[in-house]
């Protein structure tokens, strides 16, 4: 029997009203924070979570390059030095 992974998706909506489904590729704490990283066939996006855990959340996108950059670069490190099974 073949195994499939299925993933959350989740619709994103820009600054313009465009909207682009994504599935939720992972979901870390970093500093405090809590991000996730979303996939889409064209994007990769980094995002952070907002809210209290047992009130509604929402995510905020990430407009300083170089604190993005910073949160993958300390995710992949993560994930080599942990990878899943």
């Known amino acids: 029997m073949e195994e499939t992974n299925v993933r959350d998706s989740i619709m994103v909506q820009d600054e313009q009203g465009n909207t682009q489904q994504f599935e939720v590729e992972a979901l870390f704490d970093m500093e405090e924070q809590t991000y996730a990283l979303l996939k889409s066939e064209d994007d ?5 979570v907002v809210g209290e855990e047992d009130e509604e959340q929402y995510l905020e996108g990430i407009d300083n390059e170089e604190e993005a950059l910073s949160i993958l670069d300390a995710y992949q490190i993560a994930v080599e030095a942990a990878p899943a099974e």
């Open 44 to 48: 990769i996006v980094l995002m952070r």
